[in-house]
């Protein structure tokens, strides 16, 4: 059964930082890709960071050089630093494994991690 379970998300000021994880289970995780989706109110989920099995990265603009992915395969989590955050990075975000097409791997979706970012 595959599961992810995201944490670290929270209120912070802007210009603020927070550092988000997700432990998945019921994959095999370190021959997938990995990536995290945000989901704001009222837009569709959209792929903002994934890293490949071989440890490269790629970001969507609005995130490059304040966002960093990184894996831990020995734990079977992905985390997302995020520094220098914006008020339109409120989302909640998520983890799952890309495709080519960012579309996500797996029907599966965890309940994700409410980031706020507002003075």
């Known amino acids: 059964q595959v599961q992810f379970v995201e944490s670290g998300g929270g209120l912070v000021q802007p210009g603020g930082s927070l550092r988000l994880s997700c432990a998945a289970s019921?994959?095999?995780?370190?021959?997938?890709?990995m990536g995290w989706y945000r989901q704001a109110p009222g837009k569709q989920r959209e792929l903002v960071a994934l890293i490949t099995s071989g440890g490269s990265t790629k970001y969507v603009d609005s995130v490059k050089g304040r966002f960093t992915i990184s894996r831990d395969n020995a734990k079977n989590t992905v985390y997302l630093q995020m520094k220098s955050l914006k008020p339109e990075d409120t989302a909640v975000y998520y983890c799952?494994?890309?495709?080519?097409?960012?579309?996500?791997?797996?029907?599966?979706w965890g309940q994700g991690t409410q980031v706020t970012v507002s003075s």
């Open positions: 799952n494994a890309p495709r080519n097409d960012d579309q996500p791997v797996f029907d599966s």
């Open positions: 019921g994959i095999m995780f370190r021959i997938y890709a």
